[in-house]
């Protein structure tokens, strides 16, 4: 059981969790994923699934994404997206 914090729950006190990190892609000429920069370049293997989101459409901000589920050189299953409003890529968090 969780003990209760003593404290009340506030909006300011909430903090996001999950949030998608910035990252650099490399695409080929059709905009499909090919590389991870970072620290090290690595090589995008495979591209499992591919599917798109829009939503928010009467904001100011709509969302717009491109997903990836892709698998690096290393084995490793990673999800990316571009942001197609700020033509931007993300690592997706789990």
């Known amino acids: 059981m969780v003990t209760?914090?003593?404290?009340a729950l506030?909006?300011?006190t909430l903090q996001p969790v999950n949030l998608p990190q910035?990252?650099?892609i490399e695409e080929d000429t059709a905009g499909l994923p090919l590389v991870l920069k970072g620290k090290r370049r690595q090589?995008?293997?495979a591209v499992n699934d591919c599917?798109?989101?829009d939503d928010e459409w009467w904001r100011r901000e709509p969302v717009?994404?491109?997903y990836?589920?892709?698998v690096l050189a290393s084995g490793q299953n990673l999800v990316?997206?571009?942001?197609?409003v700020k033509n931007t890529w993300y690592r997706q968090t789990l």
């Open 4 to 7: 209760a914090a003593g404290t």
């Open 10 to 12: 506030r909006p300011d």
């Open 22 to 24: 910035g990252v650099e």
């Open 43 to 45: 090589k995008i293997t």
């Open 51 to 53: 599917w798109r989101l």
């Open 64 to 66: 717009s994404r491109l």
């Open 68 to 70: 990836y589920a892709v």
């Open 80 to 84: 990316v997206f571009k942001d197609l």
